[in-house]
């Protein structure tokens, strides 16, 4: 079965520093990946998502991923954080081929100071 | 607005009750699922959907029951309510299934705080 790990739980960031958010995953085959992200009181809304081509992947809100297969990491980054981007931020593996839902990290908070 | 919509969005019940969270959306997805969210563990995923009247157990399906009579409704009924399944609940749906060639998208509802006292 799949597994995704976050390793950090919470990070803080200056506003205007660079963000990264680690992601690792556990499948023997090529995996769908996602971000998602949570604002306080809300549901998940979809960052972006990995499922074939290129490991670059550029996703709303100025957010980017990147799929390394050899790491087995698919780490989130943003050049420059905005307050608003302070919320949790969940990592999540799908199969192909598989009806059942996705497997999702534990998560990562993410506090902005000013 | 379409989307998905949950209902209640706060609750408290005692031990031992009966409680529906309801869940409606209006894209006409055929897939449909219902998480759990709890300090972590993320989300899990306790039945999903695959269009009417077919469903299946996921990760962490004891204590609830679902039924799909209708594409666009999904309630999650507590038979009898325990502190374990305090909770936030939210439910979901996708076109298709998130396994699905396309990396299919899957839309969130807003939650559901569940709290059994």
């Known amino acids: 079965a799949q597994s995704v790990t976050q390793p950090d739980i919470h990070i803080t960031v200056s506003e205007g520093a660079s963000l990264e958010l680690r992601c690792n995953y556990s499948?023997?085959?090529?995996?769908?990946l996602f971000w998602y992200v949570q604002s306080p009181g809300q549901g998940l809304q979809l960052l972006l998502k990995?499922?074939?081509?290129?490991?670059l992947v550029q996703g709303i809100k100025g957010f980017e991923a990147e799929f390394k297969r050899s790491q087995s990491s698919f780490n989130l980054r943003k050049p420059s954080v905005h307050w608003s981007d302070a919320a949790e931020y969940f990592c999540?593996?799908?199969?192909?081929?598989?009806?059942?839902?996705?497997?999702f990290g534990s998560g990562t908070q993410l506090t902005v100071l000013p | 607005d379409a989307g998905i919509t949950q209902s209640p969005r706060y609750k408290i019940t005692e031990t031992g009750r009966q409680v529906t969270l309801m869940c409606h959306q209006t894209?006409?997805?055929?897939?449909m699922f219902w998480y759990r969210q709890d300090l972590g563990h993320g989300l899990r995923l306790i039945y999903y959907?695959?269009?009417?009247?077919?469903?299946d157990k996921g990760e962490v399906p004891d204590g609830y029951v679902v039924s799909r009579s209708k594409t666009e409704n999904f309630p999650l009924t507590l038979e009898s309510a325990t502190r374990s399944q305090t909770s936030v609940y939210f439910c979901?749906?996708?076109?298709?299934?998130?396994?699905?060639?396309?990396?299919?998208?899957?839309?969130f509802g807003e939650g559901s705080w569940l709290t059994v006292v």
């Open positions: 894209w006409s997805h055929s897939y």
């Open positions: 999540a593996v799908g199969v192909a081929g598989s009806a059942r839902q996705l497997t």
């Open positions: 990995y499922f074939s081509g290129d490991t």
């Open positions: 979901a749906s996708s076109e298709s299934g998130p396994g699905a060639g396309s990396g299919n998208t899957i839309y």
């Open positions: 959907s695959a269009a009417a009247d077919i469903t």
């Open positions: 499948y023997g085959a090529t995996p769908y």
